[in-house]
C-alpha cells in the first residue's frame, strides 16, 4: 500500500499533468514537426515494454501530432549499456536507461536508482525528489552529459533468482549473478561474483551456466524474462526496496522544442510515472503467482545471523559513492540528512 503521502503527491502529480493536457488544441492533427526516437529496456510484449509505448502515444497525442516517437525495444538498434550514451549523443532522442548498467560513466545514477537497503515507501521516495532537493541535483548531473532530466518514476522492490537454493549467506560466496552497480557490490560483499549484463541476456545466461542467479528490476522483470524455467528459487530478502528510474532527452533536441512541447513532453512524463507505480503494484502480486504456478520455490527463510549479514552488507556502498563524484556526494549527503 502506498502512504498517504505519495498519494497526494500522485494526485498533486496527475493535477500537473492534465494542466498540460489542456495546452493541446483542438485543431487538426498536423503532420509530426519532430520525429523521436525512443529506446526502452524491454523487449516487445512484455508488460513494461507496453508501459513505454502508452508513454511514446501520449506524447503523441498531447502534442497533437506534433510531435512522432518510435520505440526501441531491447536489443532493437541500442543494447541496455547503450542507451546513456546513444541518448548524449543524438543517435536516439529519448531514453529509459538501467542506470547501474552505466555505474562507471555516470555514478550518480547509481545512487539515484537507490542504494541496497533504501526504503521501499512512495511518499519519502517522492519527497526526496521533490522537496528535499534531489531533482535539482540531478537535473544539473545529467544536464553536465548533455541531457534533460524529465519525471523519475518507481518501480518495486529488487529481488534475486537463483539456480539453486540459498539456504545462507554462505551460500552466496562464490556464485555468479548477474548484478550491476551497487547490487553488485552488495553481493560482492557477502562473497559472490557479480556479473553486468543486459536483461535480454539472462535466460541464456542462466540456461548455459554463465552466471547461477540474477537481479530483476522487479519481479514483474523476472517473470516477463520465464527466468523460472531455468532458475527455480527466489531468495526472500530484497536488495533494494525500490528503484526509481529516469526519463533522459537529449539536450540539443531539446532545446528545438518550443515551450509549450516541452510542457506536454513533462507532462506525458509525469503520467508515465503515476502509470508505473499503480501497474507495477498490481502486477507485482500477478508475478509471483504466475511463477509459483510454474514451479518457483523459496529459498529459506533467512535466520537473524544471515538478516543481519545482509544489512551489513550494504552499510559501506553510500560512503563508497559518495567519494565517486560530486553529485553522488551531494545525493548521499540528502539522502544522510533525511534519515537522521
Same mark, same amino acid.
Given at each position: 500500500m502506498f502512504s498517504l503521502k505519495g498519494k497526494k503527491l500522485a494526485k498533486g502529480v496527475l493535477a500537473v499533468t492534465l494542466g498540460v493536457s489542456a495546452l493541446v488544441t483542438s485543431a487538426a492533427t498536423f503532420a509530426a514537426d519532430y520525429n523521436w526516437r525512443f529506446a526502452n529496456l524491454y523487449g516487445r510484449g512484455t508488460a513494461f515494454g507496453e508501459v513505454y509505448e502508452d508513454l511514446a502515444k501520449n506524447i503523441e497525442t498531447m502534442s497533437n501530432g506534433r510531435i512522432a516517437v518510435q520505440v526501441l525495444y531491447s536489443g532493437e538498434g541500442v543494447g541496455t549499456s547503450g542507451i546513456l550514451n546513444a541518448v548524449k549523443s543524438g543517435l536516439i532522442t529519448m531514453g529509459a536507461p538501467f542506470q547501474p548498467m552505466h555505474? !562507471?560513466?555516470?555514478?550518480?545514477?547509481?545512487?539515484?536508482? !537507490?542504494?541496497?537497503?533504501?526504503?521501499?515507501?512512495?511518499? +519519502? #521516495? *517522492?519527497?526526496?525528489?521533490?522537496?528535499?532537493?534531489? !531533482?535539482?541535483?540531478?537535473?544539473?548531473?545529467?544536464?553536465?552529459?548533455?541531457?534533460?532530466? #524529465?519525471e523519475p518514476y518507481i518501480q518495486p522492490p529488487v529481488y534475486i533468482i537463483t539456480k539453486k537454493p &540459498?539456504? $545462507? &549467506?554462505?551460500?552466496?560466496?562464490? *556464485?555468479? &549473478?548477474?548484478?550491476?552497480?551497487?547490487?553488485?557490490?552488495?553481493?560482492?560483499? #557477502?562473497?559472490? $561474483?557479480?556479473?553486468s549484463l543486459a536483461w535480454s541476456e539472462i535466460y541464456t545466461s542462466l540456461a548455459t551456466g554463465v552466471i547461477d542467479g540474477s537481479i530483476g528490476s522487479n519481479m514483474i522483470d523476472h517473470r516477463d524474462g520465464n527466468h523460472v524455467e531455468v532458475a527455480k528459487y527466489m531468495y526472500p530478502l530484497p536488495i533494494a526496496g525500490a528503484q526509481v528510474l529516469p526519463i533522459i532527452v537529449n539536450q540539443?533536441?531539446?532545446?528545438?522544442?518550443?515551450?509549450?512541447? /516541452?510542457?506536454?513532453?513533462?507532462?506525458?512524463?509525469?503520467?508515465?510515472?503515476?502509470? /508505473?507505480?499503480t501497474k507495477s503494484k498490481l502486477w507485482e502480486s500477478q508475478a509471483v503467482a504466475? *511463477? +509459483?504456478?510454474? !514451479? #518457483?520455490?523459496? $529459498?529459506?527463510?533467512?535466520?537473524?545471523?544471515?538478516? /543481519?549479514?545482509?544489512?551489513?552488507?550494504?552499510? $559501506?556502498?553510500?560512503?563508497?559513492?559518495?567519494?565517486?563524484?560530486?553529485?553522488?556526494?551531494?545525493?548521499?549527503d540528502i539522502l544522510e540528512k533525511t534519515q537522521q
Open positions: 555505474a !562507471g560513466e555516470f555514478p550518480a545514477g547509481v545512487v539515484e536508482v !537507490g542504494l541496497p537497503g533504501g526504503t521501499s515507501d512512495v511518499g +519519502e #521516495l *517522492m519527497t526526496l525528489f521533490k522537496e528535499r532537493g534531489w !531533482g535539482k541535483v540531478l537535473t544539473e548531473a545529467y544536464g553536465k552529459q548533455g541531457l534533460v532530466w #524529465l &540459498i539456504n $545462507s &549467506i554462505a551460500d552466496f560466496k562464490g *556464485m555468479k &549473478i548477474r548484478a550491476p552497480g551497487a547490487y553488485g557490490k552488495f553481493l560482492r560483499n #557477502l562473497g559472490a $561474483s557479480p556479473v540539443r533536441e531539446w532545446n528545438k522544442l518550443p515551450k509549450d512541447l /516541452q510542457a506536454i513532453v513533462r507532462g506525458a512524463t509525469a503520467e508515465h510515472a503515476i502509470e /508505473q507505480i504466475d *511463477m +509459483e504456478a510454474k !514451479g #518457483l520455490k523459496w $529459498s529459506p527463510a533467512p535466520s537473524d545471523a544471515d538478516k /543481519q549479514a545482509w544489512a551489513d552488507a550494504g552499510k $559501506s556502498l553510500a560512503a563508497e559513492y559518495a567519494k565517486a563524484d560530486s553529485y553522488s556526494k551531494q545525493l548521499v
